[in-house]
């Protein structure tokens, strides 16, 4: 008896890894070790990374979304799997130069989550209208998750034409120009099916 509730639960913690192909929401963590359900799924983390920077202007109006494609593994997953979706983004930043304060300068960057398009911010009013909108430093270390709800978000996607279902934007205007002031680092958990 013992042993067949242990199976029960080891059952139950797979499933919260790599959730039913037909779930809506997403709730588990963006980062978890690979896991293959029975159903035919398959979640993995996916990573890319990047830099911040400032423009010619001296502003920062970047936009990072969650297309898979980005990162250099995700090509070995589609000669395996005809779709995809992901479940959840995790966005890592770390700055340079968090102790040479005086070396450039450095104003709020507005960080907005996007689940409808990726239309470039504008000013920093326009960036505080969402309701997602924080208020970062480039100086400081910050984390930002984003995570799979609804429908839209939900529906698969093949593996041979990727498209993006969310985005991070960003805001911040009278920096120093042409500036790099740190380095992104973007996971994101991938759930595939139907494997060929």
Known sequence: ?????????KSKGARKTNPPSQALI???????????AQDDTCSVLLSWTGV?????????????SND????????????????YRVLAERLEYFPYNRYSKATTTCVPLIVVK?????????????????????????????????????????DWISTASTRA?????????GFSVS????RFFFY?????????
Do not use: C, H
Not at 26 to 36: A, E, T
Not at 68 to 83: E, G, L, Q, R
């Open 1 to 9: 008896m013992p042993r067949a509730k242990n199976g029960k639960n």
């Open 26 to 36: 997403y709730r588990g963590p963006v980062k978890d070790p690979k896991s293959v």
């Open 52 to 64: 911040i920077s400032s423009d010619g202007a001296g502003a920062n109006t970047s936009v990072l």
């Open 68 to 83: 898979p494609s980005a990162s250099a593994d995700f090509a070995s997953y589609v000669n395996i799997y005809d779709d």
């Open 114 to 154: 996007d689940r409808n398009d990726s239309v470039v911010l504008s000013s920093y009013s326009s960036a505080i209208s969402y309701s997602s909108a924080s208020k970062r430093s480039v100086e400081d270390p910050w984390v930002e998750t984003f995570k799979m709800v609804g429908t839209t978000e939900s």
């Open 165 to 173: 279902t969310r985005w991070f934007k960003f805001f911040g205007s």
């Open 179 to 182: 500036t790099d002031y740190g």
């Open 188 to 196: 994101a958990r991938v759930q595939f099916r139907g494997r060929k």
